[in-house]
T-cell receptor, first 116, second 111 residues
Framework: AQSVTQPDIHITVSEGASLELRCNYS??????LFWYVQSPGQGLQLLLK??????LVQGIKGFEAEFKRSQSSFNLRKPSVHWSDAAEYFC??????????????FGKGTHLIIQP | EAQVTQNPRYLITVTGKKLTVTCSQN?????MSWYRQDPGLGLRQIYY???????DKGDVPEGYKVSRKEKRNFPLILESPSPNQTSLYFC??????????FGSGTRLTVV
């Protein structure tokens, strides 16, 4: 079975500083990887996804993530954070079997705090 | 607008009183699923459905039922809710090559 680890429960970053959120996964085949963001009281919004091809993936809101197979990682980055980026971030791995989808396995999330 | 719609957004109920949370998608997706979100645990899959009349258990199915009689709807049924089912619930649908679209969530409190 697949699993996802987000090692940092909380991260505090100053506004304008760079950001990296870590994500490590465990899955026996080529993974399908996602990053979602959840603002307080809101649903989940897809930031970016990796299915195949270029290992550096661009997403919305200026985020990017890099898939590193050798490290089983899919870290999320942003060069300069804004106060509006304060939210909960979830990494997820999708299991595909026979072309169907067995569902997403989520990490426990990283709570991002932005300092003025 | 392509979306997944859940109702209700908020629900307070008493132990043992059957309830249904509805989920509907307008994207003609074959795949739908239900998740629950709890602090410190992230999101965990309850049930999923690959197509009409095809459902399967996720990681935490105990105490829940689902049905998929038509492609657009995937209701979550709690036959006898208990306080440990107090949680935030999300419905999602899936499209090949894109990923998952989530509903806005249903916050359920069982007292």
């Amino acid at each position: 079975a697949q699993s996802v680890t987000q090692p940092d429960i909380h991260i505090t970053v100053s506004e304008g500083a760079s950001l990296e959120l870590r994500c490590n996964y465990s899955y026996g085949a080529t993974p399908y990887l996602f990053w979602y963001v959840q603002s307080p009281g809101q649903g989940l919004q897809l930031l970016l996804k990796y299915f195949s091809g270029d290992t550096l993936v661009q997403g919305i809101k200026g985020f990017e993530a890099e898939f590193k197979r050798s490290q089983s990682s899919f870290n999320l980055r942003k060069p300069s954070v804004h106060w509006s980026d304060a939210a909960e971030y979830f990494c997820a791995v999708g299991a595909w079997s026979g072309g169907g989808a067995d569902g997403l396995t989520f990490g426990k999330g990283t709570h991002l705090i932005i300092q003025p | 607008e392509a979306q997944v719609t859940q109702n209700p957004r908020y629900l307070i109920t008493v132990t043992g009183k059957k309830l249904t949370v509805t989920c509907s998608q307008n994207m003609n997706h074959e795949y739908m699923s239900w998740y629950r979100q709890d602090p410190g645990l992230g999101l965990r899959q309850i049930y999923y459905s690959m197509n009409v009349e095809v459902t399967d258990k996720g990681d935490v199915p105990e105490g829940y039922k689902v049905s998929r009689k038509e492609k657009r709807n995937f209701p979550l049924i709690l036959e006898s809710p208990s306080p440990n089912q107090t949680s935030l619930y999300f419905c999602a649908s899936y499209r090949v090559g894109y990923g998952y679209t989530f509903g806005s969530g249903t916050r359920l409190t069982v007292v």
